[in-house]
């Protein structure tokens, strides 16, 4: 549903406002519309949070970032790759620093994702591949502590802090 409403472009979603002109998150969905105008301007901010937390939903989500840990100790990285989006890139600034995705769909159909894991911390990268073999990490060396391995259904690297480049085909 929340794919429904981050692609849609009609009543009720993100994209009609986007489609509307909106520049910022408007406090209720229906602030202005071709059929009704502006609503009662006592309550119609368009400059609101409360459908501005639809980042949060990004990031956690097509961008995949998650706390395992407390504090942000240990990341889980799973993004979605919505068949609709050709790219995503995302970024939280945890307490220990910046956890940055970037994912991307290549020509040959595989996908490329990009993290980059803050020091002192350790991440699980999960993706939608079964065999380990058809999943290429840089750097190529996995370091001490560092592991890649399989469930039957996704692949999970885990590794240390620093910049992790992985490429594999769904």
Do not use: C
């Not at 993100?14 to 602030?31: H, L, M, P, V």
């Not at 996908?111 to 911390?121: D, G, K």
């Amino acid at each position: 549903m929340a794919l429904k409403l981050l692609h849609n472009e009609t009543f009720p979603s993100w994209g009609f406002s986007i489609k509307q002109g909106a520049t910022s998150i408007w406090e209720r969905w229906d602030g202005w519309t071709p059929e009704k105008g502006f609503q009662d301007p006592g309550m119609n901010s368009f400059a609101h949070y409360s459908f501005g937390a639809v980042y949060q939903w990004m990031v956690e989500n097509l961008g995949g970032i998650r706390s395992s840990g407390p504090a942000y100790r240990t990341i889980r990285v799973e993004p979605v790759f919505d068949p609709r989006l050709s790219w995503v890139e995302t970024s939280y600034t945890s307490i220990r620093g910046p956890i940055k995705t970037r994912w991307e769909r290549m020509r040959d159909g595989g996908i490329e994702l990009a993290v980059s894991v803050p020091a002192n911390t350790q991440a699980a990268i999960v993706v939608p591949a079964q065999d380990p073999g058809r999943v290429a990490h840089e750097p190529q060396a996995l370091l001490a502590g560092e592991s890649m391995r399989s469930d039957g259904k996704r692949v999970i690297l885990t590794v240390g802090s620093g910049r992790h480049v992985v490429r594999f085909h769904p």
